[in-house]
């Protein structure tokens, strides 16, 4: 789930990491305008097929090339 600041224009990247400060495994980007601002809503998104494990913890990271926007 995941809504926006009102003044979002920049795209998100969504990675998958096996810890918060770890590589990517993988990333996509999320159009600004595919989120919305008033209430979190659920945000569909398909990341490259990866090999991961299911008994692992994984981290999807949400962030925008400008600070004030994550």
Known sequence: MLRK??????DYSVTN???L??????SISV??????T???SW??????DI???PSNIHYLVFST???NDN
Do not use: G
């Open 38 to 40: 008033e209430n979190l």
């Open 5 to 10: 600041n009102i003044a979002t224009i920049y």
């Open 17 to 19: 990491r096996d810890a």
């Open 65 to 67: 090339e400008h600070i």
């Open 31 to 36: 159009s600004a305008e595919q989120v919305i």
């Open 51 to 53: 090999a991961i494990s």
């Open 21 to 26: 400060n770890d590589t990517d495994h993988t």
């Open 43 to 48: 945000i569909e998104f398909n990341f490259p």
